[in-house]
């Protein structure tokens, strides 16, 4: 498989209302897997005539933030194994969070094609809010509301260039 783009990020910030977004009307491909990848669902989706895959990371649960950290670092590192392309979500409402922060961090370190998308920038207040996320040192940010798919379509432009 090529072409394969994962979303990554902390849990609530929206990752899976925006892969079901992309997926809707596709053949059920989603499915969950065993073995290290047991917390991902897997999807297919095309945009601007490109098809991708896309990995949604994160259904996993945990009991202290210790763990969480261990298990978060985990599915990014296997994201930025297997991804040709990763979209690093964060949540406008919350802001950065000490967990968002661990995982630029590891995103920082690499050289493949990182995608921040703020989400849940459901208003004009809410973009105002969106500039602090700067300072996770990624660059540009795309703003999106996964929930009516507001911004997504300039997301997804830059995403499927780079592939
Ligand atoms: P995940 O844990 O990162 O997969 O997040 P989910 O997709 O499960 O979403 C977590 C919560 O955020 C749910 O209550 C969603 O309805 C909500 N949510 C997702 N996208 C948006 C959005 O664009 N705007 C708002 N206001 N809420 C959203
Ligand atoms: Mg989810």
Redesign the pocket.
């Known amino acids: 498989m090529s072409n394969i783009v994962a979303i990554v990020?902390?849990?609530?910030?929206?990752?899976?209302?925006?892969?079901?977004r992309l997926i809707q009307r596709r053949e059920a491909i989603v499915d969950s897997v065993s073995g290290v990848t047991r917390d991902r669902h897997y999807g297919k989706s095309d945009w601007n005539g490109k098809e991708f895959s896309l990995i949604?990371t994160?259904g996993y649960v945990v009991g202290s933030d210790d763990e969480f950290e261990t298990e978060i670092d985990k599915q990014v590192e296997l994201a930025i194994d297997e991804a040709d392309a990763i979209i690093f979500?964060v949540?406008v409402?919350s802001g950065i969070t000490p967990m968002d922060e661990e995982v630029a961090k590891l995103l920082r370190k690499i050289k493949k094609p990182i995608f921040l998308a703020v989400?849940?920038?459901?208003n004009s207040s809410r973009q105002a809010d969106a500039v602090e996320f700067y300072s996770l040192g990624l660059g540009e940010f795309y703003t999106?509301?996964?929930?009516?798919g507001?911004g997504t379509g300039e997301l997804l432009d830059a995403l499927v260039e780079a592939l």
């Open positions: 990020g902390r849990p609530n910030v929206g990752k899976s209302t925006f892969f079901n949604d994160g979500m949540d409402d989400n849940k920038v459901d999106i509301a996964g929930i009516n507001s």
